[in-house]
């Protein structure tokens, strides 16, 4: 089964996600994880396509956060090093371009603070809902992935995302 992760990320939490999904996959699947503005979903070799996202202003990336996010990046109580794709079209202008149907099963996911999804956002939502009504078979709920005050993720969350991508197996 070919398997690709597709993210976005700025200070590398939610690559760092991306990497223990696809550590939950056993040895025998094509994982690749990739940023997202790299992937293309009409791709037919892809079997299932995992979509991940920074929680922004309670909501998916924009470009006006994605700069925001790079100018906060060395303040003096946080020094946070950007990914090296943090400049590209996020998964915001990705689901833009996407066609209409995508034959894809798929999963969502996101990064952000622990309070209610209500009160700081839940991004993995849109995106789910968005490659659903694409044609996609969505394999479960969109999950988050939890980080602190600091913008560091909480300790376990590394764990937690590799029994997600162990549970995405089983329902692929």
Known sequence: MRVVIAYESMYGNTHRVADAIASGFGPEHDVTVEPVDAVDPTDPDIDVLIVGAPTH???LPRPGSRRAAVD??????????IEPSA???????WLQRLPNPVAIRSAAFDTRFRPPAWLVGHPARRISRTL????????TAPTSFFIDKHEQLIAGELDRARAWGEQLETLA
């Open 57 to 59: 202003a309670h909501g």
């Open 72 to 81: 906060s990046a060395h303040t003096k109580n946080d020094e946070h090093q």
């Open 87 to 93: 400049g590209d079209p996020g998964v915001r202008e």
């Open 132 to 139: 659903h009504r694409r044609g996609a078979t969505v394999l």
